[in-house]
């Protein structure tokens, strides 16, 4: 079965840019831009692995985070939050809410596959 | 008084800085050498007459020999003092220093306020480049259009594995982003030219605002004209209202205050005033108005109006529920901070409190230089009631100076800030003080 992964990123461009490396390498990838939603889509139906924006227009990716962390369905999920460079407060504060990785933008694509691979597992698919 | 002791001191130190001689000073004054001299060393009060005439032969302003014209150079010294490691010993002849070297203090005092001014820069700047929600818009707009073009163009580089219907799109997203870092980058350039203009000093919206009302006097004579009144006109071309969100404050600000002359009209309100005295209640009563709104109004009076001129000179300041600062028309002598809030002790805090409860409290400023004040506090309600929404509050705090009284209440000491306050063990403190570090 493929493994599935939720990447919840606001700027449309690179969830599809995500979306494409992700799937050719085998994953099924669901996408969404509104955090609060996805956030009710992750509770019912959790994935293998969250791609996590921390710059969110509804929700910071960190409310996101700490909801997970929160839940007995979700508190293994891994979680790999994104996040703008430099940010090193940021990068704490995801450690101490409990996300599993941090990656900063811009990243190498063969960075994301990489980490979607150590933290998902293999894809799944043949 | 100690510092009213002291004028024979400047007197000294005047007449030395022109090289006049004790003898001649006192010919022209028409007193005797002798006399003048225990003058100078302050064991002969000096009429005001004399000293007129003395002013006059050194040819300086008397107040400049008077205890007035020194106690804004003695703190200045006494900052520039506390903020050193500066031998404490000698902090109580600072009065007796700035006498005999008023042109030394003066250096000294106008440095200290010089590095507060940059300091103050500093801080802006640092607040700015940390928390300033602008400058990370631009950089977030500018970090994710790269991150897009890098992947996609990533992607497109392997072009084997991408198909011609979404290598289309990929272009177009490129470009899309291109667009976007462009937009992005000259948004930042702007931000950056900006933090360098010599205007960095007013960088929020309201202290544009503040600057303007401050440049009327704080009087907008066109609400009070009777007539109606196009605010978007008066706003538009304002040089001092540069940026778009400065207009839009200054637009709510307008709006306010003329429902505020609506419901308190000048002409009437001025008779009130002369006849009640600056009591907000009574003039609240009297026309059955909101008391903050009596506040605001006491505070825009017009300022040449011998019926304004009754009252002195009122401080006005506006606070949020977050204790956030929306609004500031300063008062001499009753400091109001730039940034963060002020004193914990202010009426105008303990009124989100109590919301609808007039306050009126004495208050003394902290400091050996501390000087008497009233403040007024009202909170209220701000904007119409909802279900789905907290109530806002808004807490409005008049302030001026108090008058004498024939027993006067047990004032409130209170500061500006707590950076800036010396006050001794002050339960609200929550940072310590710059004047305290140094004791």
New interface residues.
Partial sequence: MEKRVLVIEDEPNISEALRFILTRNGWAVDVSADGLGALARLRADPPDLLILDLMLPDVSGFDILKALRAEDQTRALPVLMLTAKGQMADRAEAERLGATRFMTKPFANSEVVEAVRELAGSSGAP | MYRSQLTGTRIRARRNMRGMRQADLARSVGVSPSFLNLIEHNRRKVSPALLEAIAEALAIPADALTEEADSRLTEGVRAAALRTAADLAEMDRIEEFTGRFPGWAQVLAETQSRVERLERVVEQLSDRMTHDPQLREA??AI??A???V???A??LNDAE??DAD?QV??HE?IL??SGRLAEGAVALVNYLDAANSEDMGRAAPQEEVEAWLAQRDFHVAELDAGTPVDIERMVVGQVELSASASRSLARDWMRRFAADAHRLPMEPFLDALVEEGPAPDRLAARFDAPFDAVLRRMAMLPPEDPRARTMPQPGLVVCDMSGTLVFRRSIEGFALPRFGGGCPLWPLYQALRQPLQPLRVTMMTAGRMGRRFVGYGYAAPLGSARFDMPAAMQATMLVLPAEPEPEPARPLPVGASCRTCAQAECPARREPSILMAAE
């Fill in positions: 950089l977030h970090i994710s790269v991150t897009s890098q992947s996609t990533a992607i594995g991408v979404w799109r990929f997203n899309e982003d």
